[in-house]
């Protein structure tokens, strides 16, 4: 930039009294708006990002109570507990609740969260469209509830192959639902990743050049930038299936030159990442809790970053690994094998780095620890299975088997949800600033372990003694009986695990010990705020000295002044070194994004049922988006004394100034 | 003023439980039980009399998608096309436009499949079950467009041979004479 | 013993050539994943359980940990290239038999059954025999699979992985069975309400039994010869049943269900559902639905002498 | 005051109220947000044209059993948008003169070019010569026009609203990003049109 101004450094005084104006003033610059009207108006990433969470959450726990009615179904042969259209639902709605509304929501929740926080910054960038996002996200969920009380429950797994997804086998809306709930949660996922990238690449601390940002912060950038470049793909072909199936397109019909694969193809392009996308931010908390519970870094941190990108990249190369059965061509097929056995070496260099840091590091078994330690007896065990089903012939014998149910719930709830729940006994307290019942965790997380590989280690050997998932019943003669009623079991001590789990929760946020800002010793910037932070996050912005910012902090340490604090004013950072280049300004909070996902949400759900749901929509929708983004009479006014105060230009003459400056 | 509202709410969200079980329910042997009726395997060519006209309110297939589907699918196995086209008429009359010889209600047009009518409409007594009868009524009544629009099928996975009944503009059923 | 893979449907029990090899294969991949996860294992627990000293921080130990991980993943590497060797060795063959295919038959999906449809020059010899395909043991038979509605996938863990039947599509596989005996299938890709009920046999038998078969599989239906059969034969072409099955020899001559030429001879009824037996017969007429809720079979009344009549003659069809 | 003078109360402090508080590209906020948003849609046209060649490789002859489309209005539209490029580079140079008598006028060319645009497209649709539901291949035809439509209805819309806004204030600093980043939107509708353009009225010409 030619006209780049450098921020000065100096010394300056602060006394109790200038901290507590300052104080006093950020608290009521940073409002959180009170009211029914506020509630819905809110726009701070805290707030919506704990919405976020508790939301995830609940969508979690009814697809558990699903998961539960299937065991019951198939823990004994020839069960008439419910029907084949029953089950149908039920297991639809389990797979697709908890891909889609629980893990990527979940964990960008986190992001949400954590991010503005590990980089030292008052709030996410584009905050409104933060709360929108939400409220799509939080009525699309909705919506797939109440399809499974209405009896009009997609009923064609979660990946809803044509043509059985198509208009000729799936009559009345049940897949019309489904292909319209992708549209709301992508819709969120989307405007939350666009969010995530421009915080973490321009909103970071001064310091925090790239090679010393989190690895929790790189994990989620990484997951942004595989979400925004694989979702479009379910976004485009999901519509595709609710076009056929409404205005009668053919892009699924073979007779009219559409094709079947052509659905697979564009499913498993996007719903490869997918895994990779839920899968990458548990690394970075399992990293964030290794490094807080051994008190030393991460060993081998460009390691760890450089395996995090390789993931991002390699997962868009290996979704034909879900097709191998269909008959594609030999060769082909080879190549998606060697794709997929690749991106086992940066999982396992991940891995290894772990062991290293826990080597050196002295471990302490918090409840926290436990559960990563349990991520790892889970996640290798999963994606060891994945490796044998990355082989062609293999695959060929356990595709569609309870194997691979097995696999994939060893990867995903081992691999994602172990770090997630351990995940929130460790920012627990920093979220509410109240400790949660370590002993309670301890006994948790034993029944979480226990109950899980019970239920789920038996799947193993299901698959290869040939059970095909998705039967809702199975002859008595086939003896999958006993592991079955095993494997039913051990969902009960799961079950009693999720209880223990809400019930700490609860009791912890209301009576919990109260935690100090930093209660595990940890290193990252959100620890240096106190418990819970204030909605400004930070005084003084801090100055980062060093890869892990609080202990590499030294204590004459300097931070950030000059920005305003009676009005929403945020510093910004150049991309690579994090050199403070402009201070730009955050909207306030508004109720029209939450109008705007109303209608929007009006016209998604409309639009099943009739395509006049377009025209409809579009007056309302543009109304509330230009309430969204109307500028506010006082602006100018606040800029003509702003530009009195500092040394930029006044609003008028500026083409005057601008010469000068350039002479 | 408040309870008037609890009331509209509870009442918005009954009737969407109706609509929604209705179209959604797949009633797979709701007839199982009655299906004899019209179903006694005669081994003369002699009727004796003719048959009380059955209760429209007995098919569970009206306003149900899967039963339309069905009798989709049934209307071409059956080969009901070879006559009536994919309803454009043929040999035998049109099915989707809004003309009506032997009555448009449910149980006139069971009664038309099950007893036959002049002109080389065959009986299908003894032929077709009652629950696929049922089925066969509830599609030839989306035809015309005289079904829900959640109900009305879309496109079939076969060569396309008109708009789809969901596309087509709903005929008000007029009745004529027989020719 | 709970790791016995048994069952009539395991991976790991094959009697064929394609099973074998991928049965081999996956037994190498199983016991070496087995060996990695210990490894693993016993370096992460010595990691957390080892004792801790004051040499931990020093550079040279961060030294020593770069260099085992290095090796650890030098080490990873090396394994997944045996994998993908090995998995390479393992399917080659797996997509078209070695030799020219004894016979081909076309695997047609339908919701919820199989058709097995036995091709021959001259039309008449032309046959197909629902849900029980028969194979001559120790030679290849090609299929051609190809489905008539949504997705399927054929299975036979006993013979072979799976082939998924798509509609609009159609691809070449092969079987071989190297024993007689009777072996169990089922669809593998969820195919609707009955995907639970998909399944299907494969008897292999030597040649010349199986040529007998062809031989009488090619013959018309056998003609009633009781009264009761006669009587049971009027039934059938006098109800719905005559307006979806066909009996060749007689005027049924519909494809919307299975055909029932030789049904008395078959192992199971309702694709793999129900054994072939008199009363299960009679259920499945009556009232199929509460057998196998949303097939496609409508419920049919019979008075009970009709239906016992019509019971006499399906069971005659041999 | 005494108290603030001594030594020991004072710390070191990285100063940034000098810095510009209006940035133009990527140094601002704005600019990430819509190249967020071109890069996902980006990625949905590029699917939607990989579609449409997978969708080519089904079938025999291309367009199945249709006559080709028609050229005009589709030619017409293209050469309206890459006319179009001039003003909204104009409008963008304008903006970041902070001219705000250029930037009025300026947009305002801009919306008439985005209007035209609209119409053509309009007359386009008459002139692909086949229906959505005639086959696969009219159902990708039809989807491309009309993600494009799409994008093209919203940045108008978006582009008179910001026109509005030049005309009633207040204009702050920031709100001429707005104006110099609506045309880096613009750009990008206009450099998706060309393939898309290409794609629909020359692929069933030349495969």
């Known amino acids: 930039m030619s006209d780049f101004v450098h921020p000065i450094e100096r010394r300056m005084a602060f006394t109790l009294t200038s901290e507590e104006r300052l104080r006093r003033q950020l608290a009521d610059t940073w409002y959180v708006p009170r009211g029914i009207v506020g509630w819905f108006s809110v726009a701070d990433h805290k707030t919506i990002g704990r919405r976020y969470i508790i939301t995830a959450f609940g969508f979690f726990i009814f697809a558990g109570i699903l998961a539960g009615l299937m065991r019951i179904q198939l823990a004994v042969p020839n069960n008439h507990f419910v029907g084949p259209d029953l089950y149908n639902q039920i297991f639809t709605v389990h797979g697709t609740m908890m891909m889609f509304l629980f893990a990527v929501p979940v964990m960008e929740a986190m992001g949400v969260y954590l991010v503005p926080l590990m980089i030292g910054t008052r709030n996410i960038a584009f905050p409104r469209l933060n709360a929108f996002s939400y409220y799509v996200y939080l009525f699309g969920g909705v919506m797939l509830v109440a399809t499974m009380l209405l009896n009009t429950a997609p009923d064609v797994g979660w990946f809803s192959y044509v043509p059985l997804a198509g208009p000729d086998y799936t009559p009345g809306k049940r897949a019309d639902f489904w292909a319209q709930m992708i549209t709301f949660t992508e819709v969120a996922a989307l405007a939350v990743s666009v969010e995530l990238v421009t915080t973490i690449f321009k909103t970071r601390a001064p310091g925090m050049s790239l090679n010393r940002m989190p690895l929790f912060v790189w994990s989620m950038l990484v997951t942004a930038f595989m979400v925004i470049f694989a979702m479009p793909t379910v976004v485009l072909c999901s519509t595709f299936l609710l076009l056929d199936r409404t205005v009668g397109t053919q892009f699924y019909n073979p007779a009219e030159g559409g094709d079947a694969l052509l659905w697979q193809h564009l499913f498993w392009f996007f719903g490869h990442p997918e895994v990779y996308i839920i899968f990458v931010p548990a690394l970075g908390i399992v990293s964030s809790i290794i490094s807080a519970f051994t008190w030393r870094p991460i060993f081998g941190y460009p390691a760890m970053v450089m395996s995090l990108v390789a993931t991002g990249f390699i997962g868009f190369g290996l979704w034909v690994h879900h097709m191998f059965a269909t008959g594609l061509p030999a060769l082909g097929l080879e190549y998606f094998t060697a794709a997929s056995i690749v991106i086992a070496i940066p999982t396992g260099i991940q891995i290894f780095c772990w062991i290293a840091s826990l080597w050196r590091g002295r471990p302490r078994f918090h409840t926290p620890l436990l559960f990563v330690l349990g991520f790892f007896a889970i996640f290798v065990l999963g994606g060891l299975s994945g490796v044998t089903l990355a082989s062609v012939p293999f695959d060929l014998q356990v595709h569609d088997s309870y194997y691979v149910v097995a696999h994939f719930h060893y990867v995903l709830l081992g691999g994602a949800v172990f770090p997630l729940i351990g995940g929130i006994y460790f920012w627990f307290p920093k979220m509410t600033g109240r400790m949660m019942d370590d002993r309670l965790g301890k006994v948790n997380f034993w029944l979480f372990f226990i109950g899980f590989n019970v239920t789920f280690f038996p799947m193993h050997i299901l698959g290869l003694e040939g059970m095909p998932r998705r039967i809702y019943t199975y002859p008595d003669s086939m003896g999958w009986g006993t592991l079955n009623l095993v494997s039913s079991l051990g969902a009960l001590l799961l079950v009693l695990g999720g209880v223990l789990f809400v019930y700490n929760v609860v009791r912890s946020y209301a009576w919990g010990l109260v935690a100090s800002d930093n209660p595990w010793g940890a290193e990252t910037l959100e620890w240096a705020t106190s418990s819970p932070p204030p909605v400004y996050n930070f005084l003084h912005i801090p100055v980062v000295e060093g890869r892990s910012a609080l202990w590499n902090r030294s204590p004459d340490a300097s931070v950030v002044t000059g920005i305003r604090s009676d009005v929403r004013e945020v510093l910004l950072t150049d991309v690579m070194d994090a050199e403070p280049v402009t201070v730009t300004e955050y909207p306030e909070p508004s109720i029209w994004p939450f109008l705007c996902a109303v209608v929007t949400s009006a016209f998604f759900v409309g639009s099943i049922f009739t395509p006049w749901a377009l025209p409809v929509a579009i007056p309302p929708l543009a109304v509330t988006l230009i309430g969204w983004f109307w500028p506010k009479k006082r602006d100018h006014a606040r800029e003509m004394e702003e530009h009195a105060g500092d040394g930029t230009v006044p609003p008028e003459g500026r083409l005057r100034a601008l010469r000068e400056a350039r002479a | 003023m408040s309870r008037r509202r609890v009331f509209v709410v509870a009442f918005c969200a009954v009737s969407l439980v109706a609509a929604a079980c209705e179209r959604e329910i797949r009633p797979f042997q709701t007839l199982a039980v009655a299906s004899a009726r019209t179903q006694k395997p005669v081994l003369s060519p002699l009727f004796p009399g003719g048959q009380p006209l059955p209760e429209p309110n007995e098919s569970p297939f009206q306003q149900n998608a899967y039963g339309t589907a069905e009798g989709k699918r049934l209307f071409d196995q059956f080969n009901c096309t070879g006559c009536h086209s994919h309803g454009g008429g043929g040999m035998g009359p049109a099915l989707m436009d809004d003309t009506w010889i032997y009555g448009s209600e449910p149980a006139n047009i069971f009664e038309s499949i099950v007893e036959g009518r002049p002109n080389g409409m065959p009986a299908w007594r003894n032929k077709i079950a009652d629950q696929q009868v049922w089925q066969l009524v509830a599609y030839i009544q989306s035809m015309s467009g005289n079904e829900p629009i959640d109900v009305l099928p879309s496109r079939s996975d076969h060569m396309r041979y008109s708009t789809p009944e969901n596309a087509r503009r709903a005929q008000t059923p007029v009745q004529t004479h027989a020719p | ?318 | 005051m005494a108290v603030e003078a001594r030594a020991e109360n004072t710390r070191r402090v990285l100063d940034v109220a000098a810095l510009p508080r209006t940035v133009f590209g990527n140094q601002g906020l704005i600019w990430w947000g819509t190249t967020g948003f071109m890069v996902i849609e980006g990625s949905m046209f590029v699917i939607a044209i990989v579609v449409y060649f997978y969708l080519r490789l089904q079938v025999r002859d291309w367009p199945p059993s249709l006559p080709n489309p028609g050229l005009f209005y589709g030619t017409a539209n293209l050469l309206t948008v890459i006319v179009s490029l001039l003003p909204a580079y104009i409008a963008k140079k304008k903006a970041e003169a902070f001219d705000l008598a250029g930037v009025r006028l300026w947009l305002a060319i801009l919306v008439l070019f985005g209007v035209a645009s609209v119409v053509l497209r309009f007359f386009e649709y008459f002139t692909l010569n086949c229906r959505w539901d005639d086959n696969a291949y009219g159902s990708i035809v039809w989807l491309l026009l009309g993600m494009h439509t799409v994008h093209v209805a919203t940045d108008v819309v978006d582009s008179g609203v910001l026109l509005a806004l030049a005309f009633l204030g207040p204009n702050t600093n920031n709100r001429f990003v707005d104006y110099s980043e609506n045309s880096l939107y613009w750009y990008f509708i206009v450099a998706w049109w060309i393939p898309i353009y290409l794609t629909i009225y020359f692929m069933p010409r030349w495969l």
């Not at chain 3, 013979?159 to 024993?179: C, F, S, Y």
């Not at chain 3, 793999?272 to 409508?298: C, D, E, F, Y």
Request: charged fraction near 15%; hydrophobic fraction near 40%; include cysteine.
């Open chain 3, 1 to 318: 013993m709970i790791f016995r893979f048994g069952g009539d449907q395991s991976a790991f029990d094959p009697h064929g050539p394609i099973a074998r090899s991928i049965a081999t294969h996956g037994w190498w991949l199983l016991l070496v994943c087995i060996a990695v996860y210990f490894i693993v294992m016993t370096a992460f627990f010595i990691a957390l359980a080892r004792r801790r000293r004051e040499t931990d921080d020093l550079p040279e130990t961060s030294a020593r940990l770069t260099r085992n991980v290095g090796i650890a993943v030098a080490l990873t590497v090396l394994i997944l290239i045996g994998i993908a060797t090995s998995s390479v060795v393992a399917g080659r063959g797996l997509y078209s038999p070695s030799g020219a295919g004894a016979i081909t038959v076309d695997v047609v999906g339908h919701q919820w059954w199989w058709d097995f449809q036995y091709h021959d020059i001259t039309p008449s010899d032309v046959f197909t025999s629902p849900n029980e395909l028969h194979i001559p043991v120790g030679v290849p038979v090609v299929l051609k699979a190809m489905s008539t509605d949504v997705i399927h996938s054929f299975w036979v863990p006993n013979l072979m992985g799976k082939r998924d039947l798509i509609p609009g599509i159609v691809t070449n596989t092969w079987i071989q069975a190297d024993e007689p005996g009777v072996y169990r299938g089922q669809c593998a890709e969820f195919c609707g309400h009955q995907h639970a009920h998909m399944a299907l046999q494969v008897v292999a038998e030597p040649m010349d039994k199986f040529q007998q078969w062809v031989r009488h599989q090619r013959e018309p239906a056998s003609e009633p010869s009781t009264d009761e059969e006669k009587r049971g034969k009027d039934v059938f072409m006098q109800s719905p049943c005559v307006t979806c099955h066909s009996i060749r020899g007689t005027d049924a001559g519909s494809h919307v269900g299975p055909e029932l030429t030789h049904v008395g001879s078959r192992l199971t009824l309702a694709a793999g559902t129900l054994p072939n037996a008199r009363g299960h017969l009679a259920g499945w007429i009556v009232n199929s639905q509460s057998i196998k809720p949303g097939n496609r079979m409508p419920p049919n009344a019979l008075a009970p002498d009709d239906l016992q009549a019509l019971l006499a003659y399906v069971r005659s069809l041999q």
